[in-house]
Antibody, heavy 131, light 107 residues
Framework: EVQLVESGGGLIQPGRSLRLSCKGS????????VSWFRQAPGKGLEWVAF??????????QYAASVKGRLAISRDDSRSIAYLQMNSLKTEDSAVYYC??????????????????????WGKGTMVIVSS | DIRLTQSPSTLSASVGDRVTITCRAG??????LAWYQQKPGKAPNLLIY???NLEGGVPPRFSGSGSGTEFTLTISSLQPDDFATYYC?????????FGQGTKLEIK
């Protein structure tokens, strides 16, 4: 069964750090890009970060609200993606989900573009930032 | 950022009804749109990708259409399990953005 399992959430004070993990199973983890999303209590979904597969360069993207404080990384030998969260704020409180990202490649002349949609989601891990 | 506007925000319907949810993008996103279903306390579940492609395992009563800036999700005959919140999401460019959600309630 294809599965993602997040861990590492909890109650943390503002300004402290936390590292979330996302372990994949049932598929070849290093073939896929991975994203993190979050959802504050009673609110909608927010994209947080993205990391490409190493085969596509391993590059990253971040939401403006977290850039410079959160960092996504991956360890393909362990089939795990991480979200390092530094200088946490109360507004970072949310359920954090990781996703497997499926790639669609479009070739237009000489230009090759990749589009990624999020087909498998973990159950999420809750982060509460509070003093 | 690409703004997505979903309507309606809340929809009351009965089992067996046909319902349609609309998602409008603030700029052209071709067909790079997904639809998700989310139940309370659960992760989102992918229903539709690339505007009209049904994800594996999703019942065929769900369908998506549209391109450019206007998209729809249709449920042809509501089942009890379909009462949930639905989100559209664009994946044309980062930052990925979502509509504000449509809560589908039992009438």
């Amino acid at each position: 069964e294809v599965q993602l399992v997040e861990s590492g959430g909890g109650l943390i004070q503002p300004g402290r750090s936390l590292r979330l993990s996302c372990k994949g199973s049932g598929f070849t983890f290093d073939d896929y890009s991975v994203s993190w999303f979050r959802q504050a209590p009673g609110k909608g979904l927010e994209w947080v970060a993205f990391i490409r597969s190493q085969a596509y360069g391993g590059g990253t993207q971040y939401a403006a609200s977290v850039k410079g404080r959160l960092a996504i990384s991956r360890d393909d030998s362990r089939s795990i993606a991480y979200l390092q969260m530094n200088s946490l704020k109360t507004e970072d409180s949310a359920v954090y989900y990781c996703t497997r990202d499926r790639r669609t490649t479009v070739v237009r002349g000489q230009i090759r573009s990749n589009y990624y949609y999020n087909d498998v989601w973990g159950k999420g891990t809750m982060v509460i930032v509070s003093s | 950022d690409i703004r997505l506007t979903q309507s309606p925000s809340t929809l009351s319907a009965s089992v067996g009804d046909r319902v349609t949810i609309t998602c409008r993008a603030g700029q052209n996103i071709d067909s790079w749109l997904a639809w998700y279903q989310q139940k309370p306390g659960k992760a989102p579940n992918l229903l539709i990708y690339k505007a009209s492609n049904l994800e594996g395992g999703v019942p065929p009563r769900f369908s998506g259409s549209g391109s450019g800036t206007e998209f729809t999700l249709t449920i042809s005959s509501l089942q009890p399990d379909d009462f949930a919140t639905y989100y559209c999401q664009q994946y044309d460019s980062y930052p990925y953005t979502f509509g504000q959600g449509t809560k589908l309630e039992i009438k």
